[in-house]
């Protein structure tokens, strides 16, 4: 019965994809820097040009199974215009989000 229920919470929850994670991006667009920052985090690397800004966040995970060890990683960029998110970038294996 527990195993029945523990299956039906992680169906409503929805699953982790790519959409969700680009809905996450696209909601923090014309945010401020600042907030930004506040939410998510300082970022791993930062990037001034006399253009621009580029906030760059990464995450990386390594499992082991009897199979073998694989790293699912994700490398996100917010480009920062006049204090605000301008546009964003991602790329990695595990770049997703739940709803």
């Known amino acids: 019965m527990k195993v029945l229920l523990f299956l039906l919470i992680m169906f409503m929850s929805g699953c ?3 959409k969700n994670y680009q809905q996450i991006l696209n909601s923090r667009l014309n945010m401020d820097e ?3 920052i506040e939410e998510i985090g300082n970022p ?5 040009t006399p253009e621009k800004r580029s906030l760059e966040y990464k995450i990386s995970d390594t499992y082991c ?3 073998g060890c694989f790293t699912s990683w994700c490398t996100t960029q917010y480009m920062i215009k006049d204090g605000k998110v301008d546009k964003w970038t991602y790329k990695g294996n595990d770049c997703c989000a739940y709803k």
């Not at 791993?44 to 001034?48: A, E, G, I, L």
């Open 16 to 18: 982790c994809t790519e």
């Open 44 to 48: 791993t690397s930062v990037y001034d």
């Open 65 to 67: 199974t009897q199979y």
């Open 34 to 36: 600042n907030t930004l």
